[in-house]
């Protein structure tokens, strides 16, 4: 190989696709696949847009079980591979959106909820209510899969939570699938820090129980 051909692969030279040899063509074609690979796992996925799945039905109605989806780390600030640094965020989290985050007991572990108390906020849920600084919360989305077992037993009461100040810093988040999710009632509040994407659109899901793709689904628009 002489120095024109490394003049080449550097962009020093150009050369018309006629004038070029086979291994020349070869080279230029694996330099260029090289480039977008280490652009996209390095740049692309973590810190602009990337797909996520969600595996369990705490967040049902709104994604369902076995759904991918497409989300979006440049909202939120994604982390610059291989630390723990996050890029700014270019949105404000705000109460009610749907938010991807590292979950607070093992980072490894990435998790899907709604946003419901904000740093500073006072949240409450009585029953099925849930209160917000003294206000109740609209929460048309949610689900509440334990409604025939209260109704069919009197003497059962659905707990209360709280109330409870949100740290600074921190955020209360909750499943829509209330009877049916492991979140901040259980485990406590979401670190700023490890909120990081904000999910986008579901491209795939799939119901294991019935066997067949959830053609509705798909395409769905979840971030607002």
Do not use: C
């Not at 692309?44 to 969600?54: H, K, Q, S, T």
């Not at 689900?143 to 921190?170: A, C, M």
């Amino acid at each position: 190989m002489n120095k024109d051909f490394w003049k080449l692969m550097l962009g020093k030279i150009q050369k018309d696709a006629e004038d070029m040899t086979q291994l020349e063509k070869v080279s230029l074609f694996l330099r260029d696949l090289i480039i977008i690979t280490v652009l996209f796992f390095l740049i692309i996925r973590p810190l602009i847009i990337a797909g996520y799945e969600v595996p369990t039905p705490s967040m049902e109605p709104t994604i369902m079980t076995g759904t991918k989806l497409i989300g979006l780390p440049i909202l939120y600030g994604g982390y610059i591979p291989f630390t723990d640094i996050k890029m700014p965020a270019i949105l404000k989290i705000k109460r009610q959106s749907i938010v991807i985050f590292k979950f607070p007991l093992n980072e490894r572990e990435y998790y899907v909820k709604r946003v419901i108390g904000l740093p500073g906020d006072i949240v409450e849920i009585r029953g099925k209510n849930v209160f917000v600084n003294g206000q109740l919360l609209d929460e048309p989305y949610t689900q509440y899969i334990s409604d025939p077992l209260y109704e069919s037993n009197p003497d059962f009461v659905r707990p209360n939570f709280g109330p409870i100040t949100v740290p600074k810093n921190h955020y209360f988040v909750m499943g829509d699938n209330r009877d049916n999710s492991y979140d901040s009632r259980e485990w406590g509040f979401v670190p700023k820090k490890n909120i990081f994407a904000a999910p986008l659109l579901i491209y795939w899901s799939y119901d294991r129980d019935a066997k067949k793709i959830r053609t509705s689904e798909l395409f769905k628009i979840i971030i607002k």
